[in-house]
């Protein structure tokens, strides 16, 4: 099956913890374009509708994305490539600082994007900046609208607090993407951001609500929640050693995906709670790989396959 992913790419300037003595590092980042690359690292068939500059840092990441086997489908060229400073803490947390315009074009070549003549998505992904950030965002969700009658839809919000102006205005942007969904996921210091002293179930409900199938909730080291509208669940996350956090949620996110590839909304909306716990088992354990080495690094299937069977050992449970 093929995958669309919809959204920015960035150069993440990661700076080690003050006293380090570490040089800054570069990585290719941006939140669509890593869900796009744990996808090709995952060996699935995926296009990033993106945009990127002629500039050594666009260079950087169309190589690093092109190296997975991501097709690269630009929607206009920026003056220069996006990019995010990115603060580590003590515990290898971050926090971002950005430079970042989106203003992706959808004429007529990038509502087919790669793909052969005919041939639609069978799954769009969006989110992050470029779902809720003018004038990008309209035409993110026109071509997210446009595919979905033949494609399944699932959406992060990855929210960026700096980027997302006024809060009431936000929350009703991501609801937006959220109603579009079939599959949304979320972290709980998105939640919080978006609904301050609202817990994740009751969140998760309200966009059920909306219309999802399914709400997954990551919460770093205390694992994740799954809710669908008969089922609850939550899996632990395995322990790791943390170098830096970047790219987590989006490896989450691929793996996700990957597990789910196929499935109509019917099947989404039927999965029961044996289901869910092997996809945030599945997807828990890609994140741990990717937190235990520098920058967002997702696994390969040989090595998801392999961190599952180590947590399994580690823990003496399923994983």
Same mark, same amino acid.
């Given at each position: 099956?093929?995958?669309?992913?919809?959204?920015?790419?960035? #150069?993440?300037?990661?700076? !080690?913890?003050?006293?380090? %003595? &570490?040089?800054? *590092? $570069?990585?290719? =980042? +941006?939140? @669509? /374009?890593?869900?796009?690359?744990?996808?090709?690292?995952?060996?699935?068939?995926?296009?990033?509708?993106?945009?990127?500059?002629?500039?050594? #840092?666009?260079?950087?990441? !169309?190589?690093?994305?092109? %190296? &997975?086997?991501? *097709? $690269?489908?630009? =929607? +206009?060229? @920026? /003056?220069?490539?996006?990019?995010?400073?990115?603060?580590?803490?003590?515990?290898?947390?971050?926090?971002?600082?950005?430079?970042?315009?989106?203003?992706?074009?959808?004429?007529?070549?990038?509502?087919?994007?790669?793909?052969?003549?005919?041939?639609?998505?069978?799954?769009?992904?969006?989110?992050?900046?470029?779902?809720?950030?003018?004038?990008?965002?309209?035409?993110?969700?026109?071509?997210?609208?446009?595919?979905?009658?033949?494609?399944?839809?699932?959406?992060?919000?990855?929210?960026?607090?700096?980027?997302?102006?006024?809060?009431?205005?936000?929350?009703?942007?991501?609801?937006?993407?959220?109603?579009?969904?079939?599959?949304?996921?979320?972290?709980?210091?998105?939640?919080?951001?978006?609904?301050?002293?609202?817990?994740?179930?009751?969140?998760?409900?309200?966009?059920?609500?909306?219309?999802?199938?399914?709400?997954?909730?990551?919460?770093?080291?205390?694992?994740?929640?799954?809710?669908?509208?008969?089922?609850?669940?939550?899996?632990?996350?395995?322990?790791?050693?943390?170098?830096?956090?970047?790219?987590?949620?989006?490896?989450?996110?691929?793996?996700?995906?990957?597990?789910?590839?196929?499935?109509?909304?019917?099947?989404?909306?039927?999965?029961?709670?044996?289901?869910?716990?092997?996809?945030?088992?599945?997807?828990?354990?890609?994140?741990?790989?990717?937190?235990?080495?520098?920058?967002?690094?997702?696994?390969?299937?040989?090595?998801?396959?392999?961190?599952?069977?180590?947590?399994?050992?580690?823990?003496?449970?399923?994983?």
């Amino acid at each position: 099956m093929s995958f669309l992913v919809i959204g920015e790419c960035v #150069a993440d300037i990661v700076r !080690a913890p003050a006293g380090s %003595g &570490a040089p800054d *590092r $570069v990585h290719p =980042g +941006g939140s @669509p /374009a890593n869900v796009a690359y744990g996808l090709g690292r995952l060996g699935r068939d995926v296009t990033l509708l993106t945009q990127l500059a002629e500039d050594p #840092a666009g260079r950087l990441i !169309a190589d690093h994305l092109k %190296g &997975a086997g991501v *097709r $690269v489908e630009i =929607g +206009g060229v @920026p /003056a220069r490539t996006p990019s995010a400073v990115v603060g580590l803490d003590a515990h290898g947390q971050a926090a971002y600082t950005f430079d970042i315009t989106w203003t992706l074009e959808a004429g007529p070549a990038p509502l087919d994007p790669g793909f052969t003549p005919g041939i639609t998505p069978a799954h769009v992904h969006i989110g992050s900046i470029a779902a809720v950030t003018e004038p990008g965002s309209t035409a993110v969700l026109a071509v997210t609208e446009r595919l979905r009658a033949g494609a399944t839809v699932s959406y992060d919000p990855n929210v960026r607090p700096d980027l997302m102006g006024d809060r009431t205005d936000a929350v009703r942007r991501v609801e937006r993407c959220v109603a579009l969904a079939d599959l949304v996921k979320a972290s709980d210091e998105d939640l919080a951001w978006l609904y301050p002293g609202e817990g994740p179930h009751t969140v998760a409900a309200r966009w059920l609500a909306l219309g999802p199938a399914v709400v997954l909730v990551t919460r770093g080291a205390a694992g994740s929640l799954a809710l669908t509208r008969r089922e609850t669940v939550t899996a632990d996350a395995p322990r790791v050693s943390v170098v830096d956090t970047v790219g987590a949620g989006d490896s989450f996110m691929s793996a996700v995906l990957d597990t789910l590839a196929g499935q109509d909304r019917a099947a989404l909306g039927g999965l029961g709670a044996a289901d869910l716990a092997g996809l945030l088992r599945r997807a828990g354990a890609a994140a741990a790989v990717t937190v235990s080495r520098a920058g967002a690094q997702p696994p390969d299937r040989a090595e998801l396959d392999a961190a599952r069977q180590e947590f399994a050992v580690t823990s003496g449970r399923e994983w």
